[in-house]
């Protein structure tokens, strides 16, 4: 099993971003997919979800209205469509699938500053 984040960087207040998360090795289009964040000092927590078929997504409160989550079953990748980056979103972004299994990735390190 690999799950892989891609995309993370540095970006400017006001920005995008776009995480990608490939992941291999067990059935995705069976997984609920999500990412979560962990900032430091700070426990992680849970950015948003995907169900198995991408139709049903669940977003945190302090990302509705930014951040999209979508996802391509046919690549076995999740994305994240970070807008609106606020300097608080600065955390390293974790790729998570559920469902007979709980598979993390390695995360990906997202800072916003100036």
């Known amino acids: 099993v690999q799950v892989v984040e891609s995309g993370g960087g540095l970006a400017q207040p006001g920005g995008s971003l776009r995480l990608s998360c490939a992941a291999s090795?067990?059935?995705?289009?069976?997984?609920?997919m999500s990412w979560y964040r962990q900032a430091p000092g700070k426990e992680r927590e849970l950015v948003a979800s995907?169900?198995?078929?991408?139709?049903?997504?669940n977003y945190a409160d302090f990302v509705k209205g930014r951040f999209t989550i979508s996802r391509d079953n046919a690549k076995n990748t999740v994305y994240l469509q970070m807008n609106s980056l606020k300097s608080e979103d600065t955390a390293v972004y974790y790729c998570?699938?559920?469902?007979?299994?709980?598979?993390w990735g390695q995360g990906t390190q997202v800072t916003v500053s100036s």
């Open positions: 090795g067990f059935t995705f289009s069976r997984y609920t």
């Open positions: 998570n699938a559920r469902y007979y299994g709980d598979y």
């Open positions: 995907s169900g198995d078929l991408g139709i049903t997504t």
